[in-house]
């Protein structure tokens, strides 16, 4: 944005440092941007070492899916908003690990937005529910 003081996000971004994975982008222009090279794991995992604060991924799925597949996510934060779109890109695919998640937090907007925040805890244990559904609230 041009005007990042109108928006807490953009300002928040803008001021930030911030890194790319990407095979063919070699010269970022957004200010403060490092393109990641060499080994993406490694590079992923440097960056986790630093000390001063948190990495967050903003609107990769094939990134998320990736970084989930080599146990390099700590947590994820899920924004559910009320409304159905028939069409898209899922966020996890049809194949790949299972993966449970322990709920740390979750809260719902004024407007209905829902997020929750988890962290991977595993491979998921398995079993049969036989909880009536009407009685869950």
């Known amino acids: ?6 928006n807490p996000i953009a ?8 890194y790319v994975a990407s ?8 200010p403060d941007t490092t393109v990641l090279l060499g080994e993406l794991a490694t590079a992923v995992g440097e960056l986790k070492a630093k000390p001063g604060g948190e990495l967050q991924v903003h609107g990769s799925g094939a990134l998320i899916r990736w970084l989930l597949d080599n146990d390099l996510v700590d947590e994820l934060n899920l924004f559910l908003f009320p409304v159905i ?3 898209g ?4 695919p049809d194949t790949g690990p299972d993966m449970a998640l322990e709920l740390v937090e979750s809260w719902a907007s004024p407007t209905g937005v829902t997020i929750q925040v988890y962290r991977p ?5 398995y ?5 009536d559904l009407k009685q869950v609230k």
């Open 85 to 87: 779109v028939g069409q």
């Open 121 to 125: 805890s595993g491979p998921p244990q």
């Open 89 to 92: 890109t899922r966020l996890f």
């Open 1 to 6: 944005m041009d005007d990042p003081g109108i």
């Open 127 to 131: 079993g049969t529910s036989t909880a």
């Open 11 to 18: 300002e928040a971004l803008n001021t930030r440092p911030k």
């Open 23 to 30: 095979t063919t982008l070699t010269d970022p222009r957004w």
